[in-house]
């Protein structure tokens, strides 16, 4: 039996923010900053969050397609896991995608922090690995850049 071949595509998403880097690492490590800005989605509703941000701990978002998406009422799941943490500077980690319980994607990340005068330039560098049922790199990286609005967002907050 043939599988179907995995997909390999690796996506650099650079974007500066008007904080230092150690506001912008705050807003990756705080699980309550971090959920109104990762753990959200116009297209579905959270069902779970939980953030242990160390080296080693995981991050599990939970939330369910609403009926207008293509996966009306469907489980997509995100768990993220910490491999590598520089405080103010760098954040490396895996993640697993489901969908509906299917494994669609497994990526490496990379987020880098770099001081920039008075704010920070981030670099932010995805290797990922799609699976048959996956959303592909284009999606995925439109997903990060909506996500990192969002992060701009919060930033704004403090």
């Known amino acids: 039996m043939t599988q179907p071949p995995v997909v390999h595509a690796t996506f650099v998403i650079e974007r500066s923010y008007p904080r230092t880097p150690a506001q912008v690492f705050a807003a990756f490590a ?4 971090k959920e109104r800005w990762y753990g ?4 579905s509703d959270p069902i779970s969050y939980e953030l ?3 080296e080693g701990g ?3 978002s939970r939330r369910r397609f609403k ?3 293509p996966f009306p009422g469907v489980e997509l799941a995100a768990i993220n896991t910490y491999d590598d943490i520089v405080p103010d500077r760098r954040i490396v980690f895996t993640q697993t995608m489901t969908i509906g319980g299917r494994r669609i ?10 001081a920039a005068g008075a704010g920070t330039d981030m ?7 799609f699976f048959e049922g996956s959303d592909g790199a284009k999606m995925r990286e439109d997903g990060w850049r909506k996500l990192f609005e969002a992060l701009a967002q919060e930033l704004e907050r403090a």
């Open 52 to 54: 242990d941000f160390r």
């Open 58 to 60: 995981q991050e599990v």
């Open 67 to 69: 009926a207008d998406t």
């Open 105 to 114: 994607s497994v990526s490496l990340t990379t987020v880098e922090l770099l």
């Open 30 to 33: 705080d699980p309550v900053k």
């Open 123 to 129: 670099i932010c560098t995805n290797q990922v690995a």
């Open 40 to 43: 959200g989605g116009e297209g």
